[in-house]
């Protein structure tokens, strides 16, 4: 895999140097995607680049991965999640409240608008729908290593 | 849980960073077990005793954990 890659294995301060590097190339594509007045080189290129990282990740030598820094990642994870799904979504909602709100009952009724969902709305319904994503990604991953860990095993008596 | 991994580190001439270099772990998780801060799976419970050439209860004793 190593050749067809072209790709090393590292050590671990040699994948440093690469994650920086990487870092540094984002910050340059970032400023062209500003130039350009287009996300499409940022996007691209910051999906590539984690990419990257990632499969450098898988090159080093050193062990910097074991059963107590995945159960550290694990658990940091869980209450990372557990905190930021409630922060996303007020956040989400407070735009969409912002976007969509109209006279109903509470206020009194004004002369109609032209109804604008402002960029508010959009950017919080975009939210909303990210957070339903990631609360499926959870399930999903959830279920497969409940199975994979044996949750919904029979005991054979 | 109890353990002399320090001991038999020590009996077998070995550092922190060369026991954890064997068993495939970081110097980290060696400390960690050391200073019983961290629990290993008993996966690495037997590698440790086998590394050592010895059982389990010679080197992890259980205690109750602290409240």
């Known amino acids: ?29 970032l400023w062209i995607s500003i130039d350009m007045d287009n996300p499409l080189p940022i996007q691209i290129g910051f999906v590539v680049g984690i990419a990257l990282v ?19 990642a694990q658990k940091s994870a869980l209450r990372t999640l557990e905190v930021f799904w409630v922060v996303f979504f007020l956040t989400s909602i407070s735009g969409v409240i912002y976007g969509f709100n109209r006279p109903f009952m509470v ?8 109804p604008t969902i402002g960029i508010f709305g ?18 999903g991953f959830r279920i497969y290593y ?3 860990y044996g949750e919904f095993d029979k005991d054979e008596e | 849980m109890k ?5 038999y580190r020590a009996m ?11 068993l495939s772990v970081t110097r980290q998780t060696i400390l960690a077990i050391e200073k019983g801060k961290y629990d290993p799976s008993l996966n690495l419970a037997f590698k440790i005793a086998r590394f ?11 205690a109750e954990p602290r409240e």
């Open chain 1, 1 to 29: 895999m190593y050749n067809v890659l072209y790709i090393t294995p590292m050590k671990r301060n040699t994948f440093y140097v690469f994650a920086g590097i990487i870092a540094l190339l984002e910050v340059g594509i």
């Open chain 1, 54 to 72: 990632y499969l450098a990740r898988r090159m080093i030598v050193d062990v910097i991965q074991d059963e107590r820094t995945v159960l550290i």
């Open chain 1, 107 to 114: 206020r009194p009724h004004l002369p109609p608008q032209e």
């Open chain 1, 122 to 139: 959009i950017f919080g319904l975009v939210q909303l729908a990210l957070l339903c994503l990631m609360i499926f990604l959870y399930v």
């Open chain 1, 146 to 148: 409940a199975r994979k």
């Open chain 2, 3 to 7: 353990n002399k991994i320090k001991v």
């Open chain 2, 12 to 22: 077998n001439d070995l550092t922190q960073d060369q026991l954890a270099s064997k």
């Open chain 2, 52 to 62: 050592f050439k010895v059982t389990i209860e010679e080197i992890f004793t259980y």
